[in-house]
Every structure is written in structure tokens, then in C-alpha cells.
């Protein structure tokens, strides 16, 4: 099994801003994409690796970029790391985004309840989507595909529930297990 995690964002275009940090999703999410590759040694069932969307032409010129790179290497299953920002700070919870095919709607309900599981938040769904935000880094590529808003970095609820290095070791080690869950 060929699990591809893409790093949400880039260096020019980093998203949200966890204002108890500094650090936006671009940053964050690259920890969190090395913690997922360190943790999966303990899945011999899994081989990781992380792919970087690169700056250079149109937004829809970087997502396809990126997902050529996963379907090169042969990816099983995608999962593009991110995570939620909103103006008014009570907004919180866990969500997973899908396609809507079979086997991507299979991965982003372990995802979901993985997640949740691990850090306790808010329930917010897994959501088809087909069109708008996220949509198309959902069908870019030939493996079925997940994007993870696990929290907001504007909630301090979300904030408290990923701000440990124990806590982003759980949410990566829910991510893992979720694709064993979905796939072997």
C-alpha cells in the first residue's frame, strides 16, 4: 500500500495562520508530514511518502503538478493535509473532504472517525465535494483522494487539541491507521 501525503500550500502560498504559533498550514502541515512518515515505520503494511506542491503558474497548474507526481510513484491512496481557519473563533470541529467515488468516500469516513477519535473535537462531517475549495485536488489524481481539515487553527479549542507534539503524533498515527482501516 502507497499512501501519498500532500502537504497543503506552499512556500509562496502558505493558507491559514495559527495565531497562538505563527505558523501557517504550509509549516505546520510539513511537521506533520514528517511525524506520519517517522510513524509509519510501525505499519510494515504502508510505504509513505510526502509530496510538496511546487510554486509556478496557476493554482490548477500546481494541484496537477503535484497529483502527476503521487500517480508517478504509483500512489494506492492520497491524503493533502490542511487545516481550517475561520474569522470568528468559535468555529471548530474535524472535517474530511471527498470526491465521492467508493473508494475515497471508504477513506474519508476511517479518516473522519480516526480523527475525531484522536483529538476529541466537533463532528463537522465528511463532505462530497465536486466543485470549489479542495475539489481539485480531490480528482487530479488516479488514487482515491482525502483532504483533512482536521481543526481550525483559529479556534483555541482546535489550537489545544494539536498544539503538543503527543497530539499531532496522534493525528498522525489516526491518519495511518485510518488507511489500514479503508485499505488492507
Not at 511525524?35 to 490548477?60: D, H, S
Not at 480531490?138 to 489550537?159: D, H, N, V
Request: hydrophobic content about 40%; glycine content about 10%; overall charge positive.
Amino acid at each position: 500500500m502507497k499512501l501519498a501525503i500532500v502537504v497543503g500550500h506552499n512556500a509562496r502560498a502558505q493558507g491559514a495562520v495559527r495565531p497562538d504559533t505563527g505558523e501557517t498550514e504550509f509549516a505546520w502541515n510539513s511537521r506533520l508530514a514528517k511525524m506520519i512518515l517517522a510513524e509509519a515505520k510501525r505499519f510494515p503494511g504502508i510505504g509513505v511518502r510526502t509530496f510538496f506542491r511546487t510554486p509556478g503558474g496557476t493554482y490548477g497548474d500546481e494541484i496537477r503538478r503535484v497529483y502527476r507526481e503521487t500517480d508517478d510513484w504509483g500512489a494506492d491512496a492520497t491524503c493533502e493535509l490542511h487545516f481550517n481557519s475561520h474569522h470568528n473563533s468559535q468555529a471548530t470541529g474535524t472535517e474530511t473532504l471527498s470526491s465521492g467515488s467508493a473508494a475515497s468516500l471508504r477513506y474519508c469516513e476511517a479518516l473522519q472517525a480516526r480523527m475525531l477519535a484522536a483529538l476529541g473535537l466537533k463532528n463537522r462531517g465528511r463532505k462530497v465535494v465536486r466543485t470549489g475549495r479542495g475539489a481539485a485536488s480531490l480528482i487530479a489524481g488516479r488514487a482515491p483522494a482525502a483532504l483533512i481539515e482536521p481543526f481550525f487553527g483559529s479556534s483555541p479549542k482546535g489550537r489545544s487539541a494539536t498544539d503538543e507534539p503527543h497530539e499531532m503524533r496522534a493525528l498522525a498515527n489516526a491518519i495511518l491507521v485510518a488507511t489500514q482501516d479503508a485499505f488492507l
